[in-house]
Structure formats: C-alpha cells, structure tokens
C-alpha cells in the first residue's frame, strides 16, 4: 500500500542486500526475503507515474539487476557468456512471430498447414526449391525448423542443424553449476509464485499482506478501463470524452488506442470518489439498451504497480531462460511441479487466463512458449497438463471476450499438431473424448424439444461461436492418423470412446433446420439457416479424419460402424407406416411419407457419415448384413430415405413447388451444391443411394424412388391422356427430368475409391476435366471451384497438369493471368450429366464442347456418355438397375411417348436423359460381353415387347418430328449406331443388314435436308442483298446534292493537326517565329458536335460558346523534391514557379464537346438529383458534387470543370508584315528594361505603401522618348501590330465559360476558395497550361515517343485549348492586374525582381518554361490603354525574342548547376572542339566564375561535353516550347519532329533560333551581358550553391519521377515490413502498414492511434500522407493484404498489387498463398496512371462499377 505522500526512492546497498538474500536463500526462505525488498521499491518504481525511460532505468537498478547477481555472484554478463558456451547448439528454431511478418510452408514436406518456416529458415533452407505457400503471421506462433515430426523431409535449414550427439541423452541442467542451480531454482520458483499470486489477486484497494508497506494508504487511486471486443472505438472514445474530465477527442482516441492494443489502460488518477464518479458514468453510458458494460474498475495505484512489475518479471525471466538450456530446462521442471494443493504454478496462470487482461495474457503466453514449448521434453508433460484442464480452460474461454489469438486457448495448435503428443494423449489421456465431452455440453444448451441442435440469430451470446473452436482442436489431434501397425489395443479403446461421443455430435445434427412446404402464403420471416451451415462446415474435416482413422484398422473399423449403424437407428421414425405398390409385376412395400405436406430437412452428417464408412467395407472383405456388421434394423431401404427425401425436395424446389418458402431455402440448397459443402453432404447422399442400390434388388430400389418423387401414375401408358390438370402435368414432367437425371447420377457416377475402381487422383483429374469443359480456366478458378486441398488425398496441381496444358497471356507486353486448356485427349471423358454442375454449367459446357467439335470440323457432333470406370464387387449390383424391368419399361414409354404424335407428359429433356441411361447400358452390355459375363442382358430386354427399342429408336432417327435440338438428333444417331454394334456382339444377334442400311439411309436423308435448306437459304440472301443494293444506288441518286456536302466526320472536325502535317505540304521548313513566320494553319477543332443535344456547329467567338468536359487538380507528380510539403495555396504566390516542380495545377480532359448553355443544364439537373438525394440515401457518390464533380455523360470521365473552346488565335488578328520592323534584340531588351525601372521609380514616388504589387505601368510614348529615333520608331511600330486585332469582342456565353474555368482552375489549382477578382486567376490559368505541358513532355520523353502523333487525340484537343485559353485570359481580367504582373515578370530577370520580398530567389530558382508562358501571354499587355484588352500573344517578333531571352536564362541556370549533375554521364566517343563549343565554354567559366562557384581545373568539363551537355538539359524545354509555339500560333510541325529525335537542331530551326547557343550570348549588346552578370552576382544564388537551404536545388535535364523501386520477391517487401512500428504507440507493431509508391514511406493505415485532423476532418495516417505527398491523391501498398489503395480526397478504390504468382494472376488479401514476383508490366501501368494524373478517373469508375467501395471512410485510411 502507498504512503499518503509520493515515496522517494530509498537508498539502499546492493551488497548487503545481496547478502541477505542469500542467507535466506539457503535457509529456504528466498521469496519473503524478495517481497520485503519488493514492497518498497516496487512502489517507488512503477508507482510514481515516471517517464518510461526513467521508470526504466529505476527497474534496472533497483529491481532487476540485483537478481541478476544474486543469480550469479558475480558480473551476470561473464556468467551468462559462460553459460551460452555450455548450450548444445539449438535445432530448434523456434522464432516467435510478429504480426505481419511473413510465414513459409511447404506443400510437398510440411506434415499440415500449420508447420511454418520463418523467413531465415526459408532462405536458408531446401523447401524454397520445392512447392511453397507464403502468409503473413498473425502473431504468437513459431517457426518449426528443426521440428523432425513437422516436417516429411528436410527438417534442418542450415542455420539449424542436427546435434551429433542425441540432447535426450544429457540432462541440460547438469551442466549448470550446483550452487548456481539452487540460487536459480529459488529465484524462479519465487518469482513465478509472485506472478502467480498478484496477477490472480482479486481485490483492487489493497495486496496481501506480506507486500503490504507500513503506514496508512494514501487516496491515490486510478480508474482502470479493460479492453472488450464488444464495444467499438468509436462508443469508447464518446463514453472518454463524458466521463472523463477535460478529456479531449484527441485524448480518448490514446486512450481507446491504449485499450484495444495492451487490454487496459489508466483513464483517470485522483482520489476515491472522483474515480469512483469517472467509472460510474462509464459503467452506465456503456449498458444502455441491454448491452453489456464495458468493463472498468477503481483500483489503488499500489496493486498497479506490482502488477506492472509481474509484467516486467516476466519479460525478465523469459530473458533469463532464454541464456541457458539448463536454466530453461529448470524453469519449465519448477513451474510445472505440484504445490501443496496440488496445482503447479503453471497450471494456476492457465486456469487464471481469462481473468488476466490482454498484455498480461500474451506475455505469459511468451514465457510458455520460450519455457515449456522449446524443450521437447518438458513439452511432453506440459502437454498432458494441458489436455487435463482442457475443459475447464475452453469453458472459460466460451465465456470470455477476448479473441481467440490472445487467449491461452490458442495454445492448443502447439500442442495438437504434433504427432507424436497428439497419438500420445489421444491413447494415454483420452484427448478426442476430453475435446469432445465440453463441445457436447455446449451443444445441450442449443438443442430443441427433439434434441435437436436450433441454432437461431435470436442468441446474441457469443458462447456457442467460441466453443466451436474446439472442433479446430479436434481436427488438430486426428492429423496423426496411425497405420495399420500402429494400432494397439488402448488406442482403440480411446479412439472409439470419442468416436461414441462424436456420433453423439452427430446425432444432434441430425434433422437441424426442417423445412415444411408453405401453402397459401409466403412465409413471412426468413428462418435462420446460416448456423446450421456454419456448423456444417466445420465439422466437415472432423468426419473426414474420423472416416480415414476407422479405414486403417478392421477391428476399429468395425466397432465404428456399428456404432454409427446404431446410433442412425436411434434417429429414425419408428412410427413411419408403409404401403405396398406395384409396377411391371413387382410389389413393394413402400414407407408412407409425403415430402409435399411434412418437414424435411437438408442436413443429415449421420447419415452420411455411415455412408462415408460403408466404402471401406471392401478392404476387409466384409459385405453389408455380414455377421460381423450384424447391426439390429439395419434397414437399406431406410438408409435410404432421409437421403432420398433431400433429392426429391431439391426436385420439387427446381419444379416450383417451394417458391413460398423464400430464400432460405434456395440458399439452403445452393451451399448443399456448392464446392464447400458438397463433399459430406451432396456427394454422400448420392453414395449413399448407391448403397441402397447395391443392397436392394433393383426394381424395389426403383419402385421406391418412384413414389418418393410421385411419379408411379406417370409410369402408366394411360397417364398421357388429358384431364385438363396442366399445372400438375408441368410439374410432373420437370419431376421425371430430376428423376431420370438421378438415376443417371447414380449409374454413372463411380468416381469414388471403394465405389468405383478409381484413384484418387483420377477423382480430381475428372473434377479438374469437367471444368475445363465449361471454359479455359485461371489457376485461381479452377483452385476456388475444386474441394479445399487439405481434405484430398491427391495433389491438385498435379491433377491438373496431368490433364491440362497452361497458355500464357496473348497479348504481348501486357499483365495479366494464364489459362489452363483441356488436352485433346481429355475431352472424351465428358459427361453433360455430370453430377457436380449446375444447369447454367451444364448448358455453357454443352455448348463449349459442340462448338470446339464444329471448329474442329469434326464429322461427328455429338456428346455420347463416356465409358465409366468397373463398379468394385461390393458394389456391382447396381449396373443390374440398367437391365431391370421398372427402368427399361420407363425407358420404353418415353421412346413411345417420343415417336407419338402428341404426348402432353413428354419433354425433349426427358428422351435426351433416356438416350443417356441407354448409352450406359450400351457400355455395360459391351463391357460385360468382353468379360464373357452373361448374366447382363440389357439388349435382350431391349428387343422384347412390341415395339422393341430398335424400331422405335429407327422411328426417331427417320422422323424426327418432335425433336427441335441438334445435339438430341446427333445423340439419337450415335445411339441407334452404338445399339447395333452392341447387339452384333450378341451371340443370339440375327441378321442385322436392313437395320445398318436403314440407318446409314436416313443418316444420308437428314444430311441431304441439310444441303438442300442450305442452298435454299443462301439463293434467298443473295436475292435480299442485290434488292437492298438496288434501293442504295437509287437513293444516292436523287439525292446527290446531300452527299455533296457529306462531312466524313460528324462529330467533330479539327483542322491540320500535327499528326498530318509534314514537309512535303510545305516546300521549305515550317517557322513558328520571328519575321519570317511560316504561314499558320488551322489546328485543333473547328467544328464540333455537342454530344447533349447533337448540334453540330463551328468553333468561333461570337456564336453559341463550346466547351470541353475537363478535370483540374493540384499535382506533384514532377516535384523533385518529395520531402517537402505542398505550399497552402492561400498563401501562395504563383507567379515565379520553383524549379523543383514540387506542386502544380494539373488540367486533362476526355475530349467530349458541349455547348455551353447544354452543359449548365445538364449540371444544373445533377444538382437538382443530389438533392434529393441526399434526403433519401445519405451516402457518397463516385463524384463530389460539392466540389462542382459530374461525370462526363458520354464517357463518365470524372470531371470538375468546362474549358472553353476558342477558334484559331490567327483568325482574330490582323495579317501584318514584320519585315519593316528593324528592331535588333539588344534594342528590344533595352526598351523593356527602361519600361521596368521606369515603372519602379514611378512607384517609389507613389504614396501608395500597401500595394502588393510595387509598380506604376508607363505608357508606351515615355518609353520611347528615351530611345535614339530610329529605334524609338521600330519600337513604336512593334507594339503596334501587337495591338493589330480583328472581329470585336467574345460573345457573352464565352466570356462566361471563360471566367467559370478561369475561376475553377484558380480553385482547384490552388486548393482555396473561389475569387473570380483575386490577382492570382490568370496567373494560374498560365501555370496550368505550362505544367500540362511539361507532364505530357515527360511522359512521352520517358516512353521514347516523338512530340507530336504519338498523344491521344483528347490530350491533343485539352492542350490546344489550354494554350487558347491562356493567350485570351487576359480579356477577362483587368488590365491593370495583367500589366503589373508583366512588369513584375519582367523584373524578375531585367532588374533584381527575383530577389525581393519575404521569400528572395534567384536564377536558378525559377521554373524557366512556366516563365515563358506567363511572359508570353502577359506581354502584350504591356502597353494597352483602357480597362480591357483585346491583345493577343501573336507578334511573332515579340515571342522570338522572349523566347531567345528565357532560353539564355535557362543555359545560365544549367550552366550553374552542370556540378551538380549525376556523375559520369560524360562518356562516350571523344569528339572535336568547334568554335561553338569553346566560346560556350568561356561563357561557362566566366558565369561558374562571378558566382563564385568556378571549379579547380581538372574537374573541368571538355568543351565539347560542356555542349553536348547543355543541348540535351535545354532539350526538353525546347520540346516543351514548340509544344506551346504550335498551338499558340498555329504554325505546322516539319515532319524531323514527328519522329523520336534527341537533336535539337530541328526544334531551333522551327523556334527560329540559333543551333549555336553562343550566338545568344555572344554580339547581343553589353545590356544582355549585364543581365547575365546580374543573374550571377546575386548573393541569394550564391547561398543556394553553398549553402544548406530549405529550398531544393535541381539539375537539368529535370529526371522523370518514378515510383519507388520494388523488390521482385514479395516476401521480401513483407519481411521489411514487419519491423515496421506504429509512431504514436511507443514502438507497438502496426496492424495495417500501408507504403506509399511515390515516397516509400510506411504509415501505420487504418487506426485510431494515427489519426489527425485536415481541415477539421478526422483523417487516417494514410490520408494525411498524400495530402503532404500528393497534394490529396496518392498510391499506396497495403503490404500485408497485397492491395493497393489509390485514394483521391475523400474517396478511394483497391486494386490488386502488381505482383503475380508463376500462373499471371494476383492474391489480394493473400488467400492462395502462392510465392509472387513482381509483374513489370503491371507495375508500369501503375506508373502510367500516377504519372498521367488518372488516379482520380479510376477511382471513379471503381466505385461507379463496385458499390461496396461506398460504404467506407476512405478519409479514415
């Protein structure tokens, strides 16, 4: 107990205290001794709320390390060292696994799944050669290298050999010191008992009083909230923030945080009563509505203390017997050893689990495992401790909350996997019936009046859930099936006990869920029926193993199934009466019962469980009524009928009988069919009909199936006369289909060991066969339509190979899975009846396989039932069901009612069904002549009564009236064909000539009817086609004036695009600038159709606007520097763009035109329909429409915005001729330098302070007044054929689509609010167009495609428009805005305007080609008068010399930086210097040398690398100008740059600039040279060379992003990640780590422990990271699931990873396990998608096509 005030840390001596400890010790006294030194110090330690790093330390010193050396009596190190040596070298493994980290197993050595490797063992090991499965670990298991019964073959890894010498033959602890083992076994014992006495310590306000500390208790207390896995974080963080005081929501979240992750955590610390008020509100907010409370306690922080040191001990003992064989050796002897009442210590913490909380649970789970569970010997006795207290340790489970991973109970797969404790306890300890007795006691509770489990929803109480995890622990012990030399008499005994207790099992599964047919009504709630199947499934590997277990042995064998024949009588109905019932001479009594009128029900294990057993009987000779099975009612006929009763419920459900009863029944029956269930319920049932009919004389057997189904009036000839009762008749039919097809599956299906002379394997080769007769599969189809593979006694994979060929992806260059095909020689064993398929399989396949024969061109179509394998003898008597007067009278009937005129009971199905039977006759008949068995006559019933098969068999082959369906006729033909050959085999054949040419005839007539239809059909096609011809040419004859005028396009027309536009139109190469500018073209679209109303019109100013559907969004797909985080956009100046590129305005398009006015309608009913909407169905949509989103309406391209389509720039302005402008570009420059610090002395003299903009625009005739005349005049006369335009102003509908995507573009490009005013809009409008720009440049320089032709047509049209849009954007705008941000452009590099401000920058700072669309379309501008301009950037003299200044620019900024480039990209062939290269290299050192950045003289570059250098860093921004210059002007492309070039030559000759860069510096006049020194000497550029800055410096040419690098081994990437940590939870490990592909990072996804807020949203860590990475959008790898997630704002999508396993295809969640590599080709289409801005496109269409995706909080990723 603690003292009133906070106890300081005493003092005390190690020595002496040692000391005492040791003399107590010897006088057996040790634990007192340790309590008295642990009541003080525990205390101060762990009871003063100190930091973790001090509370930490204090441990070391006051706690743990005086054990260590009372352990020792010396320094631990040197003892422990010592002790290591003295270790056997461990074959054990024995790794524990983190969560997430990955699990190997291997399918050819591993005993059972659950034998795991670690990464290590794998690597280092054999089975990473054979057939292996990867999964990620849910923590607490272990690595079983080393494990010899784990394990066929290769149990060592080489890390982990074999000892030489066998460890049971040595006794670790004699290696250990006497003295030593004493002090050790002391110090254990004393500890554990400790432990044991705290953790199970009941009382909250005080310790026992051997730790109690003198004094009064202080009211210090804590309230104590445990976790619970009922309750969800969000209820607990809300119950936090009202009860708790001052708790905030992000406190809670910490606190919930806390709970789930070590299973309680401290809420509140104070005194009694405000705990006491805290837990008292928790308690009650949390049991509202008849909940259970979450559990919360006030407990004084003395007991919290010592149970946070039990904790520590812990940890600090499993160190402990972590150092020595010999001491772990000790500790497992001392724990398990019995106390005075006669419970171990070990046997006390296990029966105590459940009242332990989660931290505390696993932790002494961990100190099992690295104790009892590595040593081999100990794990023996801790085994049968286990198994002893079993039942009371799964009933506390069943009782307990937490889950099953975290609780002691999961302990139980260490144990029950090993064969050889397994057979031990399952022979000496009686572990099948100890499992079973506690599961059977659960099941009393949930069984009816009938004893019968119900299994209801109504029960909320999770009991009966979590005791059916005792079924997996069974499942567990029967994995040691013994041999047949391994049986001994007790094992029997045992084995049998709990085989009585599962029968018992059984027997209340028996009946569950009957179902009564619903008349008059439906029924008005669906029953509960999920339960029964879950159960079922679970069970299911529990009978298999029960079933091979009885195989192995006769005497076991034959004890097993009297006890199941017994126990199934004990379930029937003794008071079921019977009637008796003749047809063809036989009378039978029948049991009465009416399937119609009274319950049946689908499940019946027992049942099928003796059938499951019955196919052994033929290993020991035995047969069924055989003395030795003698068994009391052993009734075939009534083992026959609760199976029966299933079939024909199935058959009455298919012919409608059963619609009133819902959907519980079809569900019922679709799981009965389905691939997970069929094993033990479908297939048995059928097996054990099969019984039924080998041990029932065959025409009782079929009379017994008739009055099942009902059908004994229908058997009658006089049936097919009319009574008008046509509803009855159609069911009847349907009825008799289901019937006949039942004895199909009965006759035919004999792909069953024991049943059937087969193999397993050729078992699963027909399983695998009939599936690929429905289509070519993917590995991951077949695997899902195949039974689970652990049930099988065969490999599935071989099975397939055997009877399939694997086919790679066709498609070159593309990602995606293989399929397996069918061998040739497969297809012969089809069967269209085949028991396993459904009707949509069984007519798909049907189909497949008569196509493949018609490509195949084969003369035969048919599909003729294939030769089934032998029946075993047992068996035999079934085939004599074929030769029974019941089925060939059956048979003989439907023949008649096939040939008769009309028959009101027949169907086409039917005689197909009957062709079939007799088809399998045939085949018997053939196979029994060739054994010269003649007791099979089927051909002589055949030939028997009038008439006799043969004629009405040639009756249908002649006139087939009745028959509509090819594949019938072509059945019929094989049939009659097949009957013949059979019957000449006959020794009592007779002649049989007239019926072989009877048969070949009217084969001959049906293929000449063929012919002749044929021909028929074909004159009538060429007549219809020649009289459609003529009324073709008689249209277009009168009216020939219409297509006159045809457009060949009608949807839209563009003018002379780059992808058509070459040389050989232009006799001299194309210009874009300066005087000589070629004559430009129209390019983009001209005309367009709106695809709302279908109006076509011509793009012009002043008409209706066009628009197209776009989409804009902020990007940082170019940034170059990713660890710096995006600028908030309401701060942000954009008009000088970093040359990092690290955020921008992103602008793609669909391509789709609207008009303008159709558009806003279209929106304008989007926003009508979401209102509603939303007051309706409150959930998200693919598209935000707050946020202005719609989807385009032809393509549903998501889109947020309309950019305006504007007509060929060269169509507004006037033509004018430069020639007579002689304007150098010295004077050029000059002039505009004199207009910038003209503007700037004019502002200095203003009185305006508060303008952010600090210049006064001067008018164009004070400029001029400074110049000499003559250049005065040319200057003059330039700006006036700038300001030369034509044809008015923009029509109204334009100006508005102008200013809405103006403001759009301003919004979503910046992330801020909407500000039609804001001085900002045009200068995002500029930086949009130049960033699309430059991401399409990269992309296509990046896939080595040329500039122009290799883009789509939509990116074309979207940068067409952009580039418009950005020259007239400046009509929008008010002039003022537009001029001062020219003459601040202009500043930037004529004057020192780069380096004022907050933020100073400097030449190599600045993005040059976002410069020169800003400069070139803000120009013009320069000079106007009025508020408007009309001006567009179109004075080719004016864009040359831009164009020439910002390229000089450039050349200094890579000059600059050319160190700073990667690093011996210098190679290559030795060239010659030329005059141009040695002048660049003059310049180079002299810029290099008034920076101050001039390097020593042998790092020097060559004068020819210098150029080389420079021509490829300035080439993309050349590719990135004639991109701009093209749409801008409308000039064509030369044909040189419609094809991959890396020269620049071609692209200087088009930008009419010089191919020698020197050119650009050298005779310009001494004012460029100003400038460049200007650019050099500022003392900003001279910091970011030299200097650490937050602003990142690039090198040209700028690298393309990419995403990360990946490792080819998906394992690989899981073990990296697995020692990933959460950041906010102190080194805990991450449930969901999520990496970005953009940055690498790993964030902790998909928890409340890394929430944080955006914007007042509640966001996920992954969220946040791509907001600060990508601006909002990103990619990530959920690692542990193999997904990504691509998230764009608050919606998102998964798709698979980009890895694939050998078959092509991937494992989202990792379900297959199969070893996966990287696919580059998916991996690049990832790429492609990021890098082309698609991510938010794609979401879209993924939520549009999976409405699941709408139900998450993506923000909470």
Known sequence: MAMKNVIATPEYRQDTLLEEWWNSCEKGNLLPALKKHWRIFVLSVFGNNHDPGKEERLAHKFLFRPMEYFLCRQDPEVVFEELKAKNMPSQLCGKVFKTG?????????????????????????????????????????????????????????????????????????????????????????????????????????????????????????????????????????KTLQRAVKHCTAQQAREFATLVDREGRATVYRGCFTSCEQCRTIIDQSTSRHGSKPLKVQVMHTVVVAHQTFCLRLMVWLQKMIEKSDGLRRLFCLLSMKPQEDGKSLMEKLLLHDTQLWKVARILSHQLLMAGVLMDQECKKQFAVIFTKWYPNVMRDFARDDHDHEVCVASLSVQIYTVPSLARMLVTDHDLLDVILVPFLAACEEKKNANGVLSLSKADRTPSFKRACFMLYDLKYALLCKPTSDEWSDKLRESFLRGHQSFLKLLKMMQGMDEVKRQTGMHLEYEPEWEGAFNLQMRVDD????????????RTVY???????????????????????????????????????????????????????????????????????????????????????????????????????????????????????????MYDKDILMLQIGASAVDSNEFLIHLLNRYGLLLWIRPEYDVPTGQDDNVRQTIMLAEEFLNLLLIILGERYVPGLGQVTHEDTLKREVIHLLCISPMSNSELSKNLPDSTNLKADIEDAIHAVANFRKPTSVGTAGSGKFELKNECYKEFNPYFYHYCRTDQSQAEETQIKRKKEEKSANHTLPPPVPPKFTPQFAQISNLLQSDVLVHILSLILQRSVAVRSRSWSETQLDRVLHLIGLALHEQRRN?????????????????????????????????????????????????????????????????????????????????????????????????????????????????????????????????????????????PVALGKYQSLPCSIGITKATCILCQEEQEISHNSRAMVLAGFVQRSTVMSQCKSRNPTDGENLDPLFTSSDLHVGSFTNSCGHTMHA???????????????????????????????????????????????????????????????????????????????????????????????????????????????????????????????????????????????????????????VDPDDMNHRVSIVAWNTCAYTIINLEQYLRYENKPLFGASP???????????????????????????????????????????????????????????????TMALPSLYTEGTTASNLPLNSLNNQYILELVLTAHIVQVMLLHDRSQDGEEGGMEMENDADSVALMSMYTEIRRKAGCLPPSNNDPLPWQLTRHIKRAVLPFLRCA??????????????????????????????????????????????????????????????RLYSASSRSVVSYPLPVNHLIDLPDDYSQLINQISSFTCPSSKGNDSQLPTMCL???????????????????????????????????????????????????????????????????????????????????????????????????????????????????????L
């Open 101 to 237: 980290e990955p699990t190997y197993s291997c399918r050819d050595c591993a005993n059972d799944p659950t034998c795991v490797l670690c990464i290590d063992c794998f690597q280092n090991g054999a089975h990473k050669n054979h057939r292996y499965k990867m999964n990620t670990s849910g923590g607490g298991g272990y690595c079983d290298c080393g494990d010899q019964e784990a394990w066929t073959s290769h149990p060592f890894c080489n890390l982990h050999s074999p000892n030489e010498v066998n460890q049971d033959e040595k006794n670790p602890i004699e290696t250990l010191p006497v003295d030593l083992t004493d002090r050790a076994s002391a110090l254990f014992m004393a500890a554990l008992q400790y432990i044991v006495e705290v953790l199970t310590w009941n009382q909250c306000d005080n310790l026992p009083s051997d730790l109690q500390v003198e004094g009064e208790l202080n009211d210090t207390y804590i309230t104590m909230l445990f976790n619970d896995e009922v309750h969800t974080f969000d209820q607990v963080i």
């Open 542 to 553: 529990v009978i298999s193993s029960f079933t091979e277990w009885c195989s192995t042995d």
């Open 558 to 680: 034959i004890e097993a199934y009297k006890q199941a024949a017994q126990m199934l009588s004990q379930c029937r109905d003794t008071t079921q009466k019977s009637e008796q019932h003749t047809v063809c001479g036989h009378t039978v009594k029948c049991l009465k019962y009416d399937v119609q009128s009274q319950p049946v029900s689908i499940h019946l294990p027992l049942s099928r469980y003796l059938a499951g057993l019955h196919v052994y009987m033929g290993d020991y000779n035995l047969q069924f009524g055989c003395p030795e099975l003698n068994v009391q009612g052993l009734d075939p006929v009534k083992m026959i009928e609760p199976p029966l009763k299933v079939q024909v419920l199935i058959a009455q459900s298919q012919a409608g009988l059963w619609r009133r009863n819902g959907y519980a029944l079809l569900n019922q029956i679709y799981f009965y069919h389905n691939v997970k269930c069929r094993q033990e």
């Open 929 to 1069: 002549i060739h054994e010269g068995n003649h007791n099979f006559d089927f051909i002589g019933k055949a030939l028997k009564g009038e008439p006799n098969f043969t004629q009405l068999l040639e009756s249908l082959v002649t006139d087939p009236k009745n028959i509509s369906h090819d594949s019938t006729k072509d059945l019929l033909s094989w049939i009659l064909q097949k009957f013949i050959e059979v019957r000449q085999m006959t020794s009592s054949a007779e002649a049989n000539g007239p019926v072989e040419q009877l048969a070949s005839s009217s084969k001959e007539e049906n293929e000449a009817a063929k012919k002749r239809k044929a021909r028929l059909a074909a004159k009538r096609k060429e007549k219809i086609i020649a009289k459609i011809s003529q009324m073709q040419q008689n249209f277009i004859r009168d009216n020939a004036d219409l297509f006159e005028s045809t457009d060949a396009d009608s949807s839209l027309t563009r003018g002379t695009s780059e992808m058509d536009i070459s040389e050989s139109a232009h006799h001299e190469t």
């Open 1157 to 1311: 006015d159709c558009w806003q309608s279209f929106f304008q009913a989007i926003l009508v329909k979401e209102r509603r909407r939303l007051s309706r169905i409150p959930h998200s949509l693919s598209y935000n429409i707050v946020q202005l989103e719609y989807l385009c309406p032809l393509c549903e391209s998501l889109s947020n915005t309309v950019i305006p389509l504007v007509p060929a720039l060269h169509s507004l302005v006037t033509d004018s001729d430069l020639c007579d402008v002689n304007l150098s570009f010295g004077d050029w420059l000059d002039g505009l330098q004199k207009t910038v610090k003209n503007a700037t002395k004019q502002e200095s003299t203003s009185a305006s302070k508060g303008d952010p903009f600090p210049f006064l625009p001067s008018s164009l005739s004070s400029i001029t007044k400074m110049m000499a005349d003559s250049v005065a005049s040319n200057f003059q006369l330039l700006w006036q054929y700038v300001n030369n335009t034509k044809g008015g102003r923009f029509s109204e509908s334009l100006m508005e689509m102008m200013k809405k995507f103006a403001k759009d573009v301003y919004s979503f490009g910046l992330g």
């Open 1353 to 1415: 047509s939509r990116n074309v049209d979207c940068i067409n428009a952009l580039v418009k849009f950005a020259a007239v954007c400046s009509h929008i705008m008010p002039q003022e805005v537009i001029k001062k941000h020219c003459l601040r452009l202009l500043s930037g590099l004529l004057s020192n305007g780069l380096g004022e401000g907050d933020d100073p920058q400097c030449i190599i700072d600045v993005d040059m080609f976002h410069y020169l669309v800003a400069v």
């Open 1522 to 1583: 004639t991109v701009l210059y093209h749409n801008l002007t409308g000039v064509p492309i030369p044909a040189q740059l419609q094809e991959w070039t890396e020269e620049v030559e071609p692209f200087c000759s088009y930008l009419s600039l010089p191919t020698s860069f020197s050119e650009l510096f050298l005779n310009q006049g001494e004012l460029l040279e100003r400038v460049v020194n200007q650019w050099c000497s500022s003392d900003v550029l001279r910091s």
């Open 1638 to 1756: 953009v940055c690498g990072l790993v964030v902790c996804s998909q928890s409340y422990c890394c929430q944080t807020e955006i914007k007042d949203m509640k966001v996920g860590a992954a969220t946040e990271h791509t907001y600060r990475c990508g601006a909002g959008v990103g990619i990530l790898l959920r690692v542990r699931e193999c997904q990504i997630v691509l998230l764009a704002g608050t919606k998102g999508c998964f798709i698979p990873a980009p890895y694939v396993d050998s078959y092509g295809e991937t494992d989202q969640g990792l379900r297959r396990g199969n070893p996966l590599h990287l696919c580059k080709d998916s991996y690049k289409n990832l790429q492609k998608m990021w890098f082309t801005h698609c991510i938010p496109e794609t979401v879209a269409h993924n939520i549009e096509s999976h409405m699941n995706l709408m139900s998450i909080h993506w923000q909470h």
